[in-house]
């Protein structure tokens, strides 16, 4: 009987370590996934403060972390707070039914507002404004001066003010978009600061959409005069 029992407890034994070992087996590809986007976060923002030319390890150690830090709070905000969590509705500024992107811009926007203030503040304390201003347009892929030599081109005789207005827009969105994870997501950040420059522009003796027209006639004219050069 005594061998029965012991048996008995063995097996019961074992049966019941048995799922904390399968639950143990299925979190190490989670923390281990973690650990590696983790890493990749580290890489990409020791590169960004690396192009700086600092030549200063523990300022690169100090700039480093707090980039890295950003990284990680905006990607785990937004894994956290998919589309799903906003529900569908109408945009109430154009009555259209909100997008796939209008749903995720809203997630994204409700992160704390602590995660900006901590990057900037950590930038700030190790960079002047025109270091600061480095790092942020590698989150946005140079979208400021892109755009800015985009109004250079469109804008006819563009004047010192209108240059200074509409980059400092441009700048606002640049801050701001460093927030948001996808590039479609920055893309949409900046179309807003876009709009404000040409409503500007409109309000101030310009008329955007007809020099958006003229320019672009003037480049589809001058590709058809190239091809056409390169036919004969």
Known sequence: MKKIVNTCLFIAGVLSAAPVFSQTQS???VASAEAKADAEQEKKAAEWI???NLNDPDKEKRLTGVVATHLNAI???HNEHPVTTVPAGINPVTGKPLSELDRQLIADSAIPKTVHEELMTG??????????????DKYTIGKVAFTMNGYRAIVPNITAQEEETIL????????QAVDYKSMKEISAIFE?????SEQYLNANGRNWREMYNTYTAAIKAKKAAE???ATN
Not at 123 to 136: G, I
């Open 27 to 29: 979190a190490m590809p």
């Open 192 to 196: 807003i600061y876009k709009t404000k």
């Open 168 to 175: 400092g827009f441009l700048e606002q969105a640049r801050e």
């Open 123 to 136: 930038l700030q304390k190790d960079l002047d404004k025109k270091q600061v201003d480095a790092v942020l």
């Open 50 to 52: 690396s192009s700086l």
């Open 75 to 77: 990607r785990d905000w």
């Open 227 to 229: 091809k056409k050069q």
